[in-house]
């Protein structure tokens, strides 16, 4: 079992930066991918981006490149994600999720959600 807890969301104007952190409670969080999804009102959960068990692999999606950086400290028990040249379009709950296993793109796959932290892009 693992319980995941998201912070650092809030409010940033256009262009502005914000770093969002999720503490796993459980003593195998080495054990797991990790991923950030995000939910806007009225869409569906998108991927954002996701990083392996050891962070030696990462994945963005095309919204997030360039712009999001995913990091973990498996000491810390934390996953991390940078976020800077904010946009309005990035407003949404943002989701911290673990699974087991390889990393995935998919939000089906993942079995352990945190609540979420709402980031609020204002122009």
């Known amino acids: 079992q693992v319980q995941l807890v998201e912070s650092g969301g809030g409010l940033v104007q256009t262009g502005g930066s914000l770093r969002l952190s999720c503490a796993a409670s459980?003593?195998?969080?080495?054990?797991?991918?990790m991923a950030w999804f995000r939910q806007a009102p009225g869409k569906e959960r998108e991927f954002v981006s996701g990083?392996?068990?050891?962070?030696?692999?990462?994945r963005y999606a095309d919204s997030a490149k360039g712009r999001f950086t995913i990091s973990r400290d498996n000491a810390k028990n934390t996953v991390y994600l940078q976020m800077s040249s904010l946009k309005a379009e990035d407003t949404a709950l943002y989701y911290c999720?673990?699974?087991?296993?390889?990393?995935?793109?998919?939000?089906?796959?993942?079995?352990?959600w945190g609540q979420g932290t709402q980031v609020t892009v204002s122009s």
């Open positions: 999720s673990a699974r087991r296993g390889d990393m995935s793109d998919l939000s089906s796959e993942y079995a352990y």
């Open positions: 459980g003593r195998t969080f080495s054990m797991y991918a």
């Open positions: 990083i392996n068990w050891i962070g030696s692999a990462t």
